[in-house]
Structure formats: C-alpha cells, structure tokens
C-alpha cells in the first residue's frame, strides 16, 4: 500500500488514492488520513472512494461511514456525489437506503436533489418491481418543482412494459409527440424489447417501424432484440428477414451480439449450416469474437459430431486470448464422449483439473460418456475417486450412474447404489428411481419395479408418466393385462396424467389378448380426457382385429376414422389388405390399394407384396404377376420376401419352371435365398417330381 506523509496530505491523498489498484487498501490509506486532524478531506477524494467502493458490493457497508465523514466535516458536495450512492444502492436492490439518503441529500451533503437523483430513485423503483411507490413517486415531481424529462418518461414507459400495459406505453409515446418531449431511441427500444418478451412479435415489428416512420433510426440492440425473438418464437424465417434489412442499412451494422444472435437462433432451430454460414461472414468481416460465440460455435461443431472442428476453433480462442470457460471445455468433452474418443476425454479432463474448469455438469458429461462407450470400469473408478466431492454430485449425477449401470447390465449394482445414497440422505430425484425402474423392467423385475414405485411414492416423490409407462409396457410383455389396467387407474391418484402412449400400450396389450371390447373402452375414455387417438392407437387396433379375423370390424373402424376427418398413411392400409387378403377379399383389398394414391398415399413394397400373397393364395396366378410387374414398374427393388411370395404362390400353382426362373432372377440379383426359400422349393419338388425333369436349376 502507498505511504502517506504529513507534510503532502492534503495535495497528495487524491493521487495516492488513484495510483492504489486495490480498492481494500485505498480505503484504508483514506481511512488513514481522515484520523489525521490537519487534513479536511475535499468533494474530489470523497467522489473517488464512493465510485471505487459502489463497484464492490461487498464494500457497500462501509459507506455509511463515508457518509458520515462527509457529514461531520460539512463538506458541501455537488449532486454527482450522492447520485454514485444512490446508484450503487439501486444497482444492489438496496431501494429503501437509497431513498432514505435521497430524502437526507441537504442535510448530508448540502445540496438537493434535481433531475438525476429523481430519475435514479425512480428507475430503482422499477428495477425492484415497486411500480405502486414508483408511480406515486412520478407524480410528486411536479409537486417538488422538478420536471420530468425524457429520461423520466422512458423509465415510466419501461414500467408499464414491465406490468405489460403495452397500450399505455404506446400512448405514453404519441403523449410525448404531442408535446414535444420527443422519444429517442430508449423509448422505442423499451416497448419493442417489452413486447417480444410478451410474445408479441407482429406488434413489436408494427412498433419497429413506426420509429422509423417518426424518424427516429433503431439502433443495434432493437434489431437484435427481433431477431433473438423470433428465434425463441421458432420463426427463423422471419428472423432472417430482419437480419436482411439491419445488414441492407448504411447507419447501423451488425455487432458481435447480433452474430451471437443469429448463431445460437440457428443452433436452437436445428440449422447448423446456417449457423456456420453467419459464423464464417463473421470472420471474413473481422468481427471480434467474444466468450459466447466461441462457446456457441464449439457446441454446434461437438453437437453435429465434429469434434476437430470444435477443437480448432478452441484453439483459435486461446490464441486469441479469449479464456474458456467451463461450459466451452463441457461441450468439448461432450464431443469427444460423443464421438467415443475416451483418451482425449481423460485428457481434457486432466487439462479442465489444471484449469480449475470442472464442475458437476462435466462430472455427469463425463460419466455418462464412459457408460455409452460400455466403458463401466473407468466409469465405476471415476465414481469412486470423485464421489466424495459434493461439487462434483447432484441428483442428475445418481441418475446418471443408475441408469447407465442398469443399460450395462448392472442392475443389482445400480440398487446398491441407490439404497447407499438414500441412506447418506444424498440429494436424489425422481430420474434417479425411474432409472431404477427401467433397468427393473428391462430384466423382467416387474416385482422388484412395482416395490420401487411403491418406494417412491412413499418418500414423496411423485413419478412422472414415463415411469408408469414402463411398468405397464413391463405388464404387457408379461401377459399381465390386469396389473396395467389398474397401474392405469392408480395414476391420477400418484399425480401423473396417462399419455397417448400409455394408452397405446395397454390398448396393444388388449387387442393381442383378443380382449377387443375393453380396448374401444379404452378409446373413448381418452377421447374423454381430451387425448386424440393416434395412427399407432389406430393401427393397434386394427392389427388386432385382422389378426382375429374380424376384418368386418375393422372396417367399420376404418370407415368411423375416416368419417372423423383422419387421414391413413401407408401402415393402415396395409394392415386393412392384408386383413382382407388373409379372408380371401383381394377383390376389396385391390380395390383399396387403387384408391391410396387418390388419398394421396403413396404404397411401399410391404403393400405389393401383401397383395401378390393374396392373389396367390386365391390361386389368381394372371392379377400376382400384374402386382409384380408393378413393383418393377414403381421401382421397388423386390426383396427375398417378395421373391419367396412368388415361389411359394407359383409352386402351390405347380408352376414348377416358372418358380425357378424366378429363383434365378433372384440369385443374379444377388439376393442370397434363406432358409424359407429352400424349403418352399424342396415341398414342392417333394410334391411334383414327375415334373422337374426339365427343370434347370442353375443356382445348383
């Protein structure tokens, strides 16, 4: 710390105080000369120590003592000095001290309030959500013979966006016109970053250009608050064409926020060629980068899977002098787990230690890395090393661990685990226990599931659908129809609201048990709860109903989902004609394949084959070799079940050479004959051998 002497006190201190980089031992040199009797301390040093002291909130309990200071030596100060005060206090949402030294500005500092101190007060006012007090305060400038100014009216326009009273806010700007206290770029700017925090979008670009109609010329921050809006709105396009009139103007240019904008809006909107094309204009203009888009750019070259892009533009960073950051190192090492890169994992790690860069996210990043990469062992070690260290745990983490244990077939481990943590009271969440209950029903341990969800009910922890759904797919696949239906039916109770994929699942497990009745039950209760059924539900049921031979229901089924407005894709339909081709209808079920493209349904080689089975079984050996030529014709390439169809419908037909010609189209397609081939071909053989003597087979 400098040193002080007598004889200079007085016409060094403010240069002393100056040259002090620490704003501790600046203090205590003031405090220092202040003990000193001979020295009256000027408004200068007094400005000084406030501004040093107000940009440390921890120091901001010593400026009582200042004040004091000020007071006692009747020191008559200019209103800049109470103001850095009252700042600092509405900087640190210290409202009531700020108003309390607001009302003793004459008697403490020998001078009033004007303008700037109202306008302070006021703006803390609304930062801290008081808008009662702040309007009463509005209204008593005029009674303190203070005029409001522009400022004034901005920080009241910026409350009423805060209570999102946008129509009064714009009236408060025509007010403004009409007399003459005209709105700059602040005004507008407040009520256009209002109403796109409102989801107002149509109504802050109305406002945007009305500004410049009144010719008041935006400034950067108005454009990138649109375009960051329609962004999180999902609206790229309407995003871009913002971008389109900022870069078209020749008063206001992009800055680095706009690029950072436009970026990360890409990033979240899935367009990632996008986001490097704006990445890469913004290096040929030789726009300095900040913390964020190197950040954002590393995420979006690790999250599209290439890793050595990311670690180039890492590099770039740290020979530009831009430090990362903890989340810049996560997304590497986020890259490199993805792209199973484990050493260079271990690495990073070690270099993030060095760094003092880690955290629980890159603890959990890393650990549910090595459990992808089925690299347990490193996994468990890690754990075991690092478990101790609650700044590397959290509840993510127990869910981490005991779901990757569980996919690794780990499953009494992971319940270790969590019995372990519950008993050290560690912090656990519902992922952690329905992690549990997969891993549980995934190994058949509907018992052992059923407990657990008991257990986490018990202890307060309310499991989501997703749970429930689980168990009950666990109950389907078991052949315990019951057991789901009244999992079902206790779910409202545990708090969790069925899905249309809880539904689903159980209406599957119903119609497979022929139990069709319960299953339309079921339909109309989630018609009931609001859900609308799906084309899996629909599907399910059809499926069902085809596969019990009640092709006639199934297309009265058919015809109700198409009287309700639902349009079938190429899965219904294939279901309904197989259906009827498996009853012998192929008439119907060709009928309905002619009309799939009028519905604008495009049919798929599971539909011609399903058709030329049918055919054949009809022994319609003319209409199976039409539905052949159509698979040519459509340019489908037939598969060996398409083959098979054939040789199987021709040798019933005792088309015995037809049969092997299409045995050696196949081959000379290079699609290898199965098991089902051969057989099909030595019944028949069986079947016909006084007919094979002319038979080539060249395959043999």
Sequence with gaps: MAELTKPHLPKHLLKLLKSEKDPLSALSLFHTALRNPSYTPTPAVFHHILRRISQHPKLLPQIPQILHSIHTHKCICSEDIPLIVIKAYANNHMVDPALDLFQRMSEVFGCEPGVRSYNTLLNALAESNQFTRADLFFRSFRKMGVLPNLESYNIVIKILCKRKRFRRAKEMLDWMFGKRVFPDVVSYGTLISGLVKNGEMSSAVKVFDEMLERGVVPDVMCYNVLIDGFFKEGDFGKACEVWERLV?????????????????????????EESLKIWYRMKENEREMDLFTYSVVINLFCESGNVEGGITVFREMVAKKVSPDVAVYNSLLNGYCRAGRINECFDLWDLMEKNDCRNVVSFNILIKGLFDNRNVDKAISLWQQLHENKSFVNSTTYGILIHGLCQNGYVDKAFSLLKDAEEKCSNLDVYAFSSMINGFCNVGRLNDAVCMLDHMVKNGYNPNTNVC????????????????????????????????????TLINGLCKSHRFDEAYILVREMLEKGLTPDTITNSVLMRGLCQDKKVDMALKLWDQFVDNGFKHDVIMYNIVIHGLCSIGNVEYALELYLKMSENKCVPNLVTLNTLMEGFYKVRDCLNASMIWGRILKGGFRPDIISYNIALKGLCCCRKIPEATYYLNDAVGKEIIPTAVTWNILVRAVL??????????????
């Design 248 to 272: 078209k103007s020749t008063v206001v240019y992009p800055d680095v926020g706009t690029y950072n904008v436009m970026i990360a809006g890409f990033c979240k909107c899935g367009k990632y």
């Design 469 to 504: 759904n689980t168990i009950i797919k666990g109950f389907i696949q078991a052949r315990k129809i019951n057991d789901a239906a009244n999992l079902l039916d206790k779910m409202a109770t545990m708090g969790c609201s069925p899905t249309i994929v809880t539904y689903n």
């Design 687 to 700: 079947h016909s051998r006084p007919m094979m003597h002319n038979v080539d087979v060249k395959y043999v």
